[in-house]
């Protein structure tokens, strides 16, 4: 017997010892051998996933600069139809002159809209409305969030030559097939490239394939809804996955839910 240790033990072994480069660099030796060596290819994904992994659990906790920087004011001035007086009423409780509302311009409503004026105009309730809800939208992106955003850049730096998976061309209904392949790979698209939308896809559908009887894939697809900021959905999906086994992690997902 060889002194020389088996590539796929000694990658694991980088790996337990928490050698993530040097682990993904001999899984890559192997599958440059063997493309289809599922074990190395696990290996390899849940290396880089593990170099860029950002515990969900953590709260957001509000940093200096959005407590300095903080632009919430409250209006001086009631919209029309709100306060809280009579109308038709001063101060004193005399009564005053009918006055039409006017905007924030300082113009009065007239009750016609002129062209080119308040639709599409950015920052109106039409203009939020028609605007389609993503990953960056849903929230402000600020010093704690913005860790999420900067995550997708990670594959440039790991893997000069190209990604390490294509995932413009990843068949999911085929993946989310295999369960072991399956989680593996739904922690690197979801950590490693930050591509929550087709993280959420895979969950879905191996959610489905599992007869929505693995909690573990409700967990993660309440992680991809709080993601993009469907807070409601993510809660249903934290309790039902309570339903099925009670875990300190989901516990403590569905806490931070309620603190959003």
Not at 171 to 194: C, D, R
Not at 235 to 250: G, H
Request: proline residues 6%; positive net charge; contains cysteine.
């Amino acid at each position: 017997m060889g002194s020389e240790m088996e590539p796929l033990f000694r990658a694991w072994s980088y790996f337990r010892r928490r050698k993530f480069q040097l682990c993904a660099d001999l899984c890559t030796q192997m599958l440059e051998k063997s493309p289809y060596d599922q074990a190395a290819w696990i290996l390899k994904a849940r290396a880089l996933t593990e170099m860029v992994y950002v515990d969900e659990i953590d709260v957001d906790q509000e940093g200096i600069a959005e407590m300095t920087l903080d632009e919430n004011a409250i209006a001086q001035v009631p919209r029309p139809g709100t306060s809280l007086k009579l109308p038709g009423t001063n101060q004193t409780g005399g009564p005053t002159q009918a006055v039409r509302p006017i905007t924030q311009a300082g113009r009065p409503i007239t009750g016609f809209l002129r062209p080119s004026t308040q639709s599409g105009r950015p920052g109106t309730m039409e203009q939020a409305i028609r605007t389609p809800r993503t990953a960056y939208t849903a929230r402000p992106i600020t010093s704690s969030s913005g860790r999420f955003v900067r995550l997708g850049t990670a594959s440039m730096l790991t893997s000069p030559d190209g990604p390490f998976i294509n995932l413009s061309r990843l068949n999911l209904t085929k993946y989310s097939q295999k369960p072991k392949l399956a989680k593996a790979l739904f922690e690197y698209i979801f950590h490693h490239e930050n591509d929550v939308k087709m993280a959420l896809d895979l969950a879905s559908l191996s959610t489905e394939y599992s007869q929505y009887k693995d909690w573990w894939w409700k967990v993660q697809i309440g992680k991809c809804y709080y993601r993009l900021g469907m807070y409601r959905e993510a809660e249903k999906q934290f309790k039902s996955a309570l339903k099925q086994q009670e875990m300190v992690d989901t516990f403590l997902y569905l806490a931070k839910r309620t603190q959003a």
